[in-house]
């Protein structure tokens, strides 16, 4: 276990909703990544967030946005949801000052 | 590496057989590579890392190679088992340019038979 947790585990929303994903990093990181990814795919960088703010962004449109809490815990919003939104979602925690990027289970997202 | 849609290459291996796993990354320019193991249901699980000034790097049971030169990356595992069976990710990324983004390869299905 890497010690970075996500809640919820599963979820199921209709199109045009919102969503809002969580993320707890591991004790002591202060990094957080999110990733989506689709079936049958290699995860895809959505953004970075480093000490609370957004810190790199991937080819992801506007309505997937995100938080970083003091407590580096870590939360990805996504507007006016798609069916092609339906993903895998992981986040993954990491220190400053090092590469190795430790993930999470996951949010299994199905949008209907 | 890019996406190459569902269908993942696989790799069939016998139990305590060697294993190989081949990538080819994408960006002359990444210093960091990691490999990671994704069983079914879970997020991706960090095997072994190496910086592009190394060309070989060993972990229990595991060995990275890197070769620059053909922008090639290869996961090998020693005397595999049954629970080796995965998804491998292979994932590049920019010596701090690029805030850790990691780049993933499109994935190898690793399946062991007794």
């Known amino acids: 276990e890497t010690g970075v947790t996500q809640s919820p585990t599963h979820l199921i929303k209709t199109r045009g909703q919102q969503v809002t994903l969580r993320c707890s990093s591991q004790?002591?990181?202060?990094?957080v990544s999110w990733y989506q990814q689709a079936l049958g795919q290699g995860p895809q960088f959505i953004f970075q967030y480093y000490r609370e703010e957004e810190n790199g962004r991937g080819n992801f449109p506007p309505r997937f946005s995100g938080l970083q809490f003091p407590n580096y815990s870590s939360e990805l919003n996504v507007n006016a949801l798609e069916l092609d939104d339906s993903a895998l979602y992981l986040c993954?925690?990491?220190?400053?000052?090092?590469?190795?990027?430790?993930f999470g289970p996951g949010t299994r997202l199905t949008v209907l | 590496g890019e996406s190459v849609g569902l269908h993942l290459p696989t790799l069939s291996v016998q139990e305590g057989d060697n294993s190989i796993i081949n990538c080819a990354y994408s960006n002359s320019a990444s210093d960091y590579f990691i490999w990671y193991k994704q069983e079914s249901g879970k997020g991706p699980q960090f095997i072994i890392d190496?910086?592009?000034?190394?060309d070989k790097r060993q972990g229990q049971r595991v060995t990275v190679l890197l070769n620059k030169t053909v922008k090639h990356l290869s996961l090998q595992i020693a005397a595999t088992q049954p629970g080796d069976s995965a998804v491998y990710f292979c994932?590049?990324?920019?010596?701090?340019?690029?805030?850790?983004?990691?780049?993933f390869g499109a994935g190898t299905q690793v399946v062991v038979t007794p």
């Open positions: 993954a925690s990491s220190s400053d000052g090092t590469d190795t990027q430790y």
């Open positions: 004790s002591g990181h202060n990094t």
């Open positions: 190496i910086r592009s000034n190394m």
């Open positions: 994932a590049e990324s920019g010596f701090r340019d690029s805030w850790g983004k990691l780049q």
